[in-house]
């Protein structure tokens, strides 16, 4: 993690593993409905770290709280976020919320769930109604690290050093496959 108001090369602000601290503007931020959606999506604040996107991880949820999931979404556009993440499990209404109050590109992430294995989060997320669109990823690991590569992809869109990075991310993992064996 950047110490705190150091400038990085794509935002205003600091990197932020976990919350963001006063004055920081981070330009993506991750959501999850629960202290328990953490251990997958760890995967995407790690896969922003490494490229070195300002960033903020937070706990809320659009059953328990509300009220603040629709502030501190309201208000993230004029902090300077670029992008909104946001996973759930079960009945994952997050990332439509989410996108009920922004029209930033919202990224849901669908937990997996001990009941149904997270087909229930899958479809509560990816079927919005027209006109609150929300891009949905996989469910669980391989959806939260693509979340946050995607918002990388999409904040490279006007930064090309950015997108260079993402070509030198493709390259390492494709020289790795190749170099696999086989015991
Ligand atoms: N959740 C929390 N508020 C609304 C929803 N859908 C989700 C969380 C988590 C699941 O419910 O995103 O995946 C279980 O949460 P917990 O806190 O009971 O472990």
Redesign the pocket.
């Known amino acids: 993690m950047t110490e705190q108001n150091q400038p990085l090369p794509y935002g205003r602000g600091s990197e932020s593993g976990r919350g963001a601290e006063g004055g920081t503007s981070p330009l993506v931020i991750v959501l999850?409905?629960?202290?328990?959606?953490w251990e997958v999506m760890r995967q995407a604040d790690e896969t922003l770290k490494e490229f070195g996107i300002p960033h903020e991880c937070r706990v809320l949820?659009?059953?328990?709280t509300p009220a603040e999931t629709a502030e501190y979404v309201a208000g993230a556009e004029a902090r300077g976020v670029e992008v909104v993440i946001a996973?759930?499990?079960?009945?994952?209404?997050?990332a439509g919320v989410c996108a009920a109050h922004t029209v930033l590109p919202v990224l849901g992430v669908p937990?997996e769930?001990a009941s149904l294995k997270g087909l229930d989060?899958l479809l509560?997320t990816v079927q919005m109604p027209a006109g609150i669109p929300v891009g949905t990823l996989a469910i669980g690991p391989a959806g939260a690290r693509n979340a946050a590569l995607l918002a990388v992809a999409i904040l490279g869109t006007g930064r090309p050093d950015l997108r260079e990075k993402l070509w030198q991310f493709r390259e390492r993992q494709k020289q790795k496959i190749l170099k696999e064996t086989l015991a």
């Open positions: 999850m409905g629960s202290k328990s959606d949820s659009a059953h328990r996973a759930a499990g079960g009945a994952a209404h997050l937990m769930s989060s509560s």
